[in-house]
């Protein structure tokens, strides 16, 4: 059960730094089935597991940023949905911080993806599982490239070091401790989510371009009409029809 009131200030997170781990993902969830309470970043220099959405490998070579927040029971579940646009945000937020002023557009696409110029810059992962005694754990993995990007991805990827930020991961995740401890603030378990869309939208590429939205079973074409405000992607496959999508890997037309 979420309790009430900020849960989520700066002195309640704690950080573990590893130098190599399968995956930063599966040490939280570990920890989550060990007792951990919770609100526990762990990061790695190098991931030799290192896990991307639709089971894809994600490539974990030092110098750039692998993190992931293990939450436990992080909201109620009807509120949860505007939970990856609070990533985003924080997320965008900590990139912004290190990238020079000026340059390419630094853009949100749905629901949590960071590019630079229309190219992936930091992938995140969620993954949840119900523990033995019943509360949630959810772990918030995020891969940011600084230095590598992979030599072949299914869309256009980037690294910050292309833009002018010379940054180390660490130094990255320091912004990143602190604008994803202010905006779970500001999310506040769910009941913030208004304020939490509306700096979502004011980050979002893409709003009333044509997209295909790739579903597990089949894809989906349309115009991205936005967002609604429970966070769902909001596609207008025409004559009218307005369908929200809760999940899907979104490609734009001029960026794919
Ligand atoms: C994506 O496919 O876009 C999501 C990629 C998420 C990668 C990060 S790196 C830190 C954390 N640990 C993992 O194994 N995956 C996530």
Redesign the pocket.
């Known amino acids: 059960m979420a309790a009430s009131g900020s849960r989520f200030s700066l002195d309640d997170f704690r950080h573990e730094a590893l130098s190599e781990v399968g ?4 040490e939280c969830l570990a920890r989550a089935r060990a007792g951990d309470p919770g609100k526990l970043w762990i990061t790695a220099t190098r ?1 030799t ?6 089971g ?1 490998a ?1 490539t ?1 070579e030092p110098g750039n940023l ?3 927040l293990l939450l436990i029971d992080p909201a109620e579940p009807p509120l949860m949905g505007s939970l990856p646009l609070a990533i985003a945000v924080a997320v965008h937020s900590a990139v912004r911080a290190v990238l020079p002023p000026g340059g390419e557009p630094l853009e949100v696409k749905w629901p949590n ?1 960071i590019l630079i110029g229309r190219k ?1 810059t930091c ?3 969620l993954e949840g599982e119900r523990l033995a005694d019943g509360r949630r754990a959810l772990v918030i ?3 940011v490239n600084i230095l590598h990007k992979p030599d072949s991805a299914p869309y256009a990827v980037t690294r910050l070091a292309d833009h002018g930020a010379n940054v180390s991961p660490e130094e990255l995740f320091a912004h990143l401790f602190r604008t994803m401890a202010e905006v779970l603030e500001s999310w506040d378990e769910g009941r913030g989510t208004a304020e939490i869309s509306r700096r979502w939208r004011e980050l979002a590429c893409g709003v009333g371009e044509k997209i295909t939205v790739n579903l597990p079973d089949r894809s989906l074409e349309g115009t991205f009409a936005g967002i609604d405000e429970g966070g769902l992607l909001l596609l207008d496959t025409g004559f009218g029809r307005i369908m929200p999508i809760a999940a899907g890997d979104v490609f734009f037309a001029r960026m794919d």
């Open positions: 995956s930063t993902n599966s991931q597991s290192g896990r991307g959405r639709r894809r994600w974990s692998y993190a992931s993806d992936k992938g995140i992962l993995g995020i891969g």
